[in-house]
Structure formats: structure tokens, C-alpha cells
């Protein structure tokens, strides 16, 4: 296992942390890995985008999801991202914002955790090795740029939460908290237009709409195409059973023809600057607090954002608060949210949906918007999911 640790993710411990819970945990459990340091940002991104993958069997990170979207985008800008991106990946919560570590915990039924209890149950996922698939949501900016999104999209309150509690990173976790009372205090509105493509309707878009060999089956392809068993206990070495590519057949190749960048086709998304296509549902009001897609149930270790949601449950949960909404009851949805009860509160202000593809245009010429709590260019954006693109040792 590669294992890429970011010794100033949270309060800049993560590394003391793996040797005082993880490092005896792997071996016991004889995992032989490779510890690098990471030394830059975007170091670990560099690292897997140029590494020989067959000298791997998994590609694990001890920090927040921000090295996570490192890797995975790494992975994604491969010649090879078809075959990359199935390599196994872990997590290890040594950041602040760990919400893929908080998800993984949730899903597998156990009790709410945090901090060092988390990174424990984590170290153990990580030994045990069973191997889910995640869903990737592909997004592309204004400037062409395409970027891959595990957890999350956000504008308005939750984006600015993201990129100004970085200012309280000392506190570790808790600077969500922060970030979100400081916020609560100069509480505005956003206006822009949101459009989405609701998950019940399926089907493709245009000229894309074709056959079952269409890039639209891309999922399907790699659900068919992996010899190995997924989510189940491997025989005799924790790691043994994950992807092997070079034993899986290669799935068909999706004819790239229609894009300029790597990964498979957006299908069901046009190009930015013409209309969302007319079957897409246009929200009527255009002045939001917070616009939110998540694709995991929880955006920080004690925020459960859409308990619904599951790693390949192939839905982008959308969740969007309307301008109106009190501070009071903005609060009392936040703390709701540390249950994952407020989206059953019947609060008129909030609204939730389930898309698979969307798209944000703000009006206002600066801002800020965050994928996977990552500040990235503002401006208009579109995402839509790929499921079950990559691979997670989860549960
Ligand atoms: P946290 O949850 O504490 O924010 P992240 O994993 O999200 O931890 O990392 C925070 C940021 O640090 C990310 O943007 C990541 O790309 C970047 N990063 C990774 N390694 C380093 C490093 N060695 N020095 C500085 N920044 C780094
Ligand atoms: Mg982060």
C-alpha cells in the first residue's frame, strides 16, 4: 500500500497520530506499505499521476478529503484514468475536514465517532480491505477545467464556511463550528440560477442517446468487467483480493471522440454556454443562503448532510436553502443536521431533491465555491455522476 500523509492537514499532528494508533495496526495486520510525506500541496496529486500503479495495491491518505481529491484527480489525469481509477483507495482521518472517513464509519452501522476513535475504526476498515465502489461526480468550470468530486459541491453559506474556517484550523474539526456561528452573524444572500437534472429520469442527452454500447453504459461496462469480488472478505491477506486491473478484462473502449479532456464523456450535460436542456427542472427562485450537493452522507465528521446517500447509490443529493430563512432557524438546522434530522423538519426554506447532473450559475461576480471543501475557480459550473467509477476500501 502507498500510504500519502499531509503533516499539516488538521492541527498538524496527523503524523504523530499514525504512529501512535495505525502504524502497529498494519503491522499486525502485516500490510507492508510505503509512508511518503507529503511535502506541497498538490505533491501527493503529482505522485500518483506519474506512478507505476502495478506497484500498488491500494493508495491510501492520512489526512483530511482534501488529499483525497488530490489523489483522485491524479489518478484521473492519466493517459491510463480507466484502469487508475479502479485502484483501491483508503482513507485515514488525520484532517479536519474528514467527512469520507465519517461516511465509511456510518455506513458500516456503528456509532457516531470522532477525532482519534475515528481514525481507529478507520485503520481497521483499512486492514480488514473490503473494497466498494464510489461514485465519481464529473465537474467541469467556466474555463473547460474538469475536476473529480467525491463528497461534495457548495456555494453560498457552506462554501464560505469552508474556505474561512481554514483561518481556525488550530481547533482542529471544530472549525466548522466556528466557521458556521462567525457566518451565522453576517448572514447574506447568494443569487444565481440553478438548474438540475432529476435522478428519476434516466436516459441520455442528444446525439449521446444512443445504443447500450453508447459512453452512456460506461458504468455498466465496469460493473461487468472486474473479476474480483467487491465488499466481500478476501482469503488469505487483507490486501490481496483488491483490483488486480491487469487481471480484470479490459472493459470496451467508450469512444472519448466527443470530449477534449480525459475520463468518460458528460453525457447528459451541454456546453456551458448554451440553455440546460428543456427536460432538466429550472429552480424558480434565484436567491439562495446555500446551494449544497453531496454525494456522501456527512460533509465533516459531525454533519450528517444526506443520511440517505450511500457510496455507489449513483444520486447526487441536492440540497438548497432559500433566501427568507431567520438566523434562528438557519441554526437550528445546522444542529439538526450533527443528527441528520433536518431534512425532516419541514422547514419551508429548505429544499432537497435527488439529481444526477446539475448545474450553478451565480450572478455575482466574485465568490467562492467549494468541491470536497476545496476552494475551486467561481463562476458558473455543471457537474453530473458517473457511479461507480472508483473504488474505496470502505466497511
Ligand atoms: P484538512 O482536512 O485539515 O483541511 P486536507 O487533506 O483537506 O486536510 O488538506 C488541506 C490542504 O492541504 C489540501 O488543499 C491539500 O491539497 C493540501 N496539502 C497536502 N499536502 C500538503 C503539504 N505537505 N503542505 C501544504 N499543503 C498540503
Ligand atoms: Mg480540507
Redesign the pocket.
Known amino acids: 500500500m502507498l500510504l500519502m500523509l499531509?503533516?499539516?492537514?488538521?492541527k498538524g499532528q496527523a503524523h504523530s497520530l499514525f504512529t501512535a494508533h495505525v502504524q502497529r495496526m498494519l503491522q499486525e495486520a502485516s500490510i507492508p506499505y510505503t509512508l511518503i510525506?507529503?511535502?506541497?500541496?498538490?505533491?501527493?496529486r503529482e505522485l500518483v499521476r506519474e506512478a507505476d500503479l502495478s506497484q500498488w495495491d491500494a493508495l491510501a491518505?492520512m489526512?483530511?478529503?482534501?488529499?483525497?481529491?488530490?489523489v483522485v484527480n491524479g489518478l484521473m489525469e492519466r493517459e491510463d484514468w480507466e484502469e487508475a481509477i479502479k485502484t483501491p483507495l483508503g482513507v485515514l482521518p488525520?484532517?479536519?475536514?474528514?467527512a469520507v472517513a465519517a461516511s465509511i464509519h456510518n455506513y458500516c452501522g456503528l456509532q457516531p465517532m470522532s477525532g482519534e476513535d475515528l481514525l481507529v475504526s478507520c485503520g481497521f476498515m483499512l486492514c480488514k480491505g473490503l473494497v466498494s465502489r464510489l461514485d465519481l461526480i464529473s465537474i467541469c468550470t467556466a474555463s473547460n477545467q474538469r475536476l473529480f468530486s467525491f463528497l461534495s459541491l457548495a456555494w453560498g453559506f457552506v462554501a464560505d464556511v469552508d474556505s474561512e474556517s481554514?483561518k481556525y484550523?488550530h481547533v482542529g474539526a471544530a472549525r466548522f463550528t466556528v466557521g458556521t456561528l462567525v457566518r451565522l452573524m453576517s448572514l447574506r444572500v447568494y443569487q444565481g440560477k440553478l438548474s438540475y437534472l432529476p435522478a428519476e429520469q434516466s436516459g441520455s442527452y442528444s446525439s449521446l442517446e444512443q445504443s447500450t454500447e453508447s459512453p452512456t453504459d460506461f458504468s455498466q461496462q465496469i460493473a461487468s468487467s472486474s473479476d474480483y469480488s467487491d465488499s466481500s472478505p478476501c482469503a488469505n491477506h487483507p490486501l490481496h483480493n483488491f483490483c488486480n486491473s491487469n487481471n480484470a478484462p479490459k472493459p470496451k473502449r467508450t469512444n472519448l471522440s466527443q470530449v477534449s479532456v480525459l475520463g468518460p464523456p458528460d453525457s447528459l450535460l451541454v456546453p456551458l454556454d448554451q440553455p440546460v436542456p428543456a427536460h432538466w427542472t429550472v429552480v424558480s427562485e434565484q436567491d439562495f443562503v446555500l446551494v449544497l450537493a453531496v454525494y456522501q452522507s456527512h460533509i465533516s465528521e459531525d454533519l450528517i448532510a444526506a443520511p440517505a446517500s450511500r457510496l455507489e447509490d449513483g444520486v447526487i443529493h441536492l440540497i438548497y436553502v432559500k433566501a427568507g430563512i431567520s438566523r434562528t432557524a438557519l441554526l437550528r438546522l445546522f444542529l439538526a443536521m450533527e443528527k441528520g434530522t433536518h431534512l425532516s423538519t419541514n422547514c419551508p426554506y429548505v429544499v432537497y431533491v435527488k439529481a444526477q447532473a446539475l448545474r450553478l450559475e451565480p450572478y455575482s461576480p466574485k465568490g467562492t465555491i467549494t468541491v470536497d471543501?476545496?476552494v475551486v475557480e467561481y463562476g458558473p459550473v455543471q457537474a453530473q455522476i458517473h457511479s461507480s467509477l472508483a473504488r474505496l476500501i470502505a466497511g
Open positions: 499531509n503533516p499539516h492537514s488538521g510525506i507529503t511535502e506541497r500541496q498538490n505533491h501527493a491518505i489526512s483530511g478529503d482534501g488529499l483525497l481529491f488530490e488525520g484532517g479536519s475536514g474528514n481554514e484550523r471543501g476545496e
